[in-house]
């Protein structure tokens, strides 16, 4: 029989092969960053969320289909109840090489060393600033020091690498650029620079006014360091930068100025168990359905994660002008 009768592995119709797969866990979230979310969200009642025993299956099948890295995100995923079950259940996986998580950082004091024994690999944190006040506005409610502790928390833990994730917005956070880069590389973590995405209706920030593109933030870098590509791929969408000869890196997350859909290698799946061929596009599966109408059957729930590859489209149409393009919030989306 050839493989094409019976496929092992989950490659799209433009021969992409999908093996990142980011698995959102509650749309919930103890921030409200201003480009993320609005103020006054309507989250989902917790009888449509996935269960996490659902969740786990989800994951064993994909890491069945050739799926190699599976990233844990939201809303914020540590605020979740027991999810470190879902963590040790997950960390169990043969062929399984990367168990991440995204986190706002807020309950890793809490929570990193038991991530790590749970076999998570590396983490993200999302920090903007570095300015207590600035990232109280940027959070609408949060306080930094609690991140800050969270992130010794993490580096503490001994995961293969910490690294922060930062939105640059023009005149919110812009200056802070070189500043983040050096709070970072001090404590031997990468970086990495995200250009904000049109995602949801979010209130009064305005997305096209803040866009501070990554060829902006690399010339400001340059003026006080060395930077130099490298080829280096983590399986995300960044392209990175070594600092001068050191190991440090700097990462940009560029969907509008150096779009990076061409060699895309990941789906998501919602908190509600909505699979999203991409993210900025509405293409989906309801895998939620599809769980629970064959309980025990993970037959069923291969084909139809080997279906949907038909459905996974080119690439996102943003458009900063047009807001939103997108009516999902990031936090919904699965970041
Ligand atoms: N447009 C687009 N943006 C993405 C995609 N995947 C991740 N991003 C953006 O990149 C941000 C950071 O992603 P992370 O959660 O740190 O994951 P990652 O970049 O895969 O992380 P690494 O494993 O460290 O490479 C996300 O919040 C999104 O803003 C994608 O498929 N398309
Ligand atoms: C949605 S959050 C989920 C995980 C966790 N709560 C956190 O903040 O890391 C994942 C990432 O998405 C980023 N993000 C949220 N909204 C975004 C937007 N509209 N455009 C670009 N990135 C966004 C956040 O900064 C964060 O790094
Ligand atoms: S970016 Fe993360 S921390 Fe900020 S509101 Fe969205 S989900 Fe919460
Ligand atoms: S926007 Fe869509 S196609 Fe482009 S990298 Fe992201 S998920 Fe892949």
């Not at 061409?262 to 699979?275: H, I, S």
């Amino acid at each position: 029989m050839s493989s094409t009768a019976h496929p092992t592995q989950l490659v799209d119709r433009f021969g992409r092969q999908i093996t990142y797969v980011r698995l959102s866990v509650t749309d919930r979230c103890d921030l409200r960053c201003v480009y993320c979310m609005s103020e006054d969200m309507t989250f989902v009642p917790r009888e449509q969320l996935l269960t996490l025993e659902e969740i786990a299956r989800l994951g064993k099948a994909f890491v069945a289909l050739g799926v190699h890295k599976l990233r844990i995100t939201g809303g914020e995923p540590l605020v979740r109840r027991n999810i470190l079950k879902l963590f040790e259940d997950l960390g169990q996986l043969e062929g399984l090489r990367d168990l991440t998580v995204t986190t706002n950082g807020t309950q890793l004091t809490r929570y990193a060393k038991d991530l790590k024994a749970a076999g998570v690999t590396r983490v993200n944190i999302s920090l903007d600033t570095l300015d207590a006040e600035r990232f109280h506005k940027l959070t609408r409610l949060g306080d930094i020091n609690k991140v800050l502790a969270g992130i010794d928390a993490a580096l503490e833990a001994g995961f293969q690498r910490v690294k922060l994730n930062a939105v640059v917005l023009k005149h919110r956070n812009h200056d802070e650029v070189v500043d983040l880069v050096n709070f970072a590389h001090q404590r031997g973590m990468d970086i990495s620079f995200i250009e904000e995405m049109p995602l949801g209706v979010i209130g009064d920030h305005d997305r096209a006014e803040a866009y501070y593109s990554s060829d902006e933030i690399l010339r400001d870098l340059r003026g006080t360091m060395a930077l130099h590509e490298v080829e280096d791929n983590t399986g995300g969408p960044a392209r990175y930068f070594r600092r001068g000869h050191t190991d440090s890196r700097v990462g940009f997350i560029s969907p509008h100025s150096h779009n990076f859909c061409d060699t895309c290698n990941r789906v998501r799946v919602t908190a509600e168990g909505r699979l999203l061929l991409c993210l900025g596009q509405e293409h989906s599966m309801d895998l939620r359905r599809v769980l629970r109408a064959n309980p025990g059957d993970d037959a069923k729930l291969r084909e139809a994660l080997l279906a949907s590859m038909a459905l996974k489209p080119k690439g996102h149409d943003f458009d900063l002008q047009a807001q939103p393009v997108i009516f999902r919030h990031m936090s919904a989306t699965g970041g």
